[in-house]
């Protein structure tokens, strides 16, 4: 029989080998988003990069604060890849705690992916790092604010070699940001755009090994496939899963798709919404050393106000903490965290045998929220130590409780006695979706007297209704899909497979729609956000389409 006749891109994907690499091999349950959170993280990377190149043509150092406006106002598209740009960061940030988070849940970090957390957390402190010199960049107050911040906590420990690091760092420091010469200013912006580059170039190498690593042992099993270490997939069971090449490519494109799409549309939207909080707000703060930035409180990058507030902390004595407790605070925790895999043994990757490191990392990232939201709304204001315990008292009291009676109905079912349990349980009838709505409309209401009084017994309300509403929006998706609940069937008595094809086809007229209106909306100046929101619902869109090609051909 003659050989079929193959095309060209199939010739060259031969000649390339692509099949043949040995990227990981997927089983069909791992196509869930929870297990491609890298994969947002590297997407968010990718477009801050594009984006950031794209941006370095119209930036000049020594005029910071003046081409950072001349993009917003002149440059075609300028707001829409400034702003797309800040919160790429910002959104790779929090992606990046959401995946270490879960990993750590799901005991992502222990033999033999010990390294693998290491570099991961590395990655954060990198992240974080390149973030912080590029918040410093436009030269508006905020961003010198957070430079004479950085300056003054490190100087302040006393610690030999300080003021060293600190001139390597800044340069001039953030006075410069104010000079008259051109040249004393670039001499500030041209050390924090360096430190820029080099920093995220430190995040694509480190984050190549970090791939590598992910690779050689696979995403995390779950527990119900492994639930001892070392949880990783055999040779043999290996070979059984679905190649990599197209699915996983095709489902990974998905993924990032979507997640560009919330990244463009996102900020683009804030753009246009009067009386954001500062440290959210697309548009720069006004530029440093002007009559406008007199009034202006000064925070630092949204993502350190947790540290912002820890400096204001004050020991049972009354006494403030010195910067150099707050340094050597920071890196014992540092530590803990990244050397977690080392000292957390325990053979069984249940939740219920680490209850004392489930209880530690829990309270790290409810404690990461409320200091910033401490942060935001009282900052530098001294908090005593009565004030402490007063409001990180009750989140360990509440976690240590609910983490020691965890999972006690039964040891040998951990399906059960646990709320996660409750939500593959839960059906949709017409009384579920009437008291979902009623929760929904009750945390909407919460949050939005929440921003009005951001007091504790307000931040305490919204965490089990958005634990509801979530568990509300979760089923119902899922509802709508699998058809479950009411009599009357969204299929009407087409197979589902059908249902997604009809939906990719919807999808894409309401594309081609959305793209001729892009072409007619204005390209410069602030209004440009308008395309950036259209063409972040294209993608989101894109994204939606490859999720139901995916489902159409390769779930059986």
């Avoid at 430079?147 to 690091?165: C, K, Q, R, Y």
């Avoid at 790290?364 to 200091?371: D, F, G, N, Q, S």
């Avoid at 007091?455 to 699998?482: D, E, H, M, Q, S």
């Amino acid at each position: 029989m003659a050989e079929k006749e193959r095309g060209l891109i199939e010739d060259i994907l031969d000649r390339v080998g692509v099949k043949e690499a040995p990227f990981f091999k997927t089983p069909d349950y791992m196509y869930n988003p929870s297990y491609w959170l890298g994969a947002m993280v590297a997407g968010a990377f990718i477009y801050t990069v594009i984006t950031g190149l794209l941006l370095l043509l119209y930036y000049q150092p020594s005029y910071a604060y003046q081409s950072t406006m001349n993009i917003i106002y002149h440059v075609p598209y300028g707001p829409v890849l400034l702003f797309s740009h800040l919160y790429g960061a910002y959104i790779m940030i929090i992606l990046a705690y959401i995946h270490m988070f879960r990993n750590f849940y799901v005991g992502a970090y222990k033999k033999p992916r010990e390294l693998q957390w290491v570099t991961g957390v590395l990655l954060l402190l990198l992240t974080l790092g390149a973030s912080f010199f590029g918040y410093s960049l436009v030269s508006d107050v905020l961003g010198v604010n957070a430079v004479d911040i950085g300056s003054e906590l490190m100087v302040g420990t006393g610690f030999p070699g300080a003021t060293v690091i600190v001139n390597w760092l800044f340069g001039p420091g953030a006075l410069a940001s104010i000079s008259s010469s051109p040249l004393t200013r670039a001499e500030l912006f041209d050390r924090l755009l360096g430190w820029h580059i080099v920093l995220v170039f430190l995040i694509g190498a480190l984050f190549g090994f970090h791939f590598m690593l992910s690779e050689r042992y696979g995403m995390t099993p779950s527990k119900k496939e492994k639930s001892k270490v070392p949880a990783y997939y055999t040779k043999e069971e290996w070979s059984k899963f679905n190649e990599w090449w197209p699915r996983n490519v095709v489902y990974m494109l998905s993924i990032v798709l979507t997640t560009w799409g919330v990244i463009l549309f996102v900020p683009n939207l804030l753009a246009n919404i009067n009386g954001l909080p500062i440290v959210i707000n697309p548009y720069p703060a006004p530029q440093a050393g002007t009559p406008q930035a007199s009034g202006v409180q000064p925070y630092p990058p949204w993502f350190f106000l947790f540290l912002y507030k820890f400096v204001d902390f004050e020991l049972p004595n009354g006494q403030p903490l010195t910067p150099a407790m707050v340094i050597a605070a920071l890196v014992f925790m540092l530590l803990v965290v990244m050397l977690l895999p080392f000292y957390e043994n325990s053979q069984w990757m249940y939740l219920r045998n680490r209850k004392f490191w489930v209880w530690v990392m829990t309270l790290a990232w409810i404690y990461l929220i409320e200091l910033s939201i401490w942060g935001y709304y009282q900052p530098g204001v001294p908090a005593p130590f009565n004030q402490q315990v007063e409001l990180l008292g009750p989140p360990a009291v509440i976690v240590g409780l609910v983490v020691l009676f965890w999972g006690r109905r039964d040891k040998n079912d951990v399906s059960k006695g646990t709320w996660f349990s409750s939500i593959k349980s839960l059906k949709m009838s017409p009384f579920t979706v009437l008291m979902g709505s009623v929760v929904g409309l009750a945390f909407t209401g919460t949050l939005v007297n929440f921003f009005e009084q951001p007091v504790l017994v307000n931040l305490i309300a919204l965490i089990p209704l958005g634990i509801f509403t979530f568990i509300w929006v979760y089923k119902l998706g899922r509802a709508i899909i699998r058809n479950e609940g009411t009599t009357t069937s969204m299929g009407g008595g087409y197979k589902r497979k059908d249902i997604a094809f009809v939906g990719i086809v919807v999808i894409l007229i309401i594309v081609a729609i959305l793209s001729g209106l892009m072409w007619t909306l204005p390209s410069v100046g602030p209004q440009a956000t308008y395309a950036g929101m259209d063409l972040g619902v294209i993608l989101m869109l894109f994204g939606g389409a490859l999720q139901l090609y995916h489902y159409i051909i390769y779930v059986k």
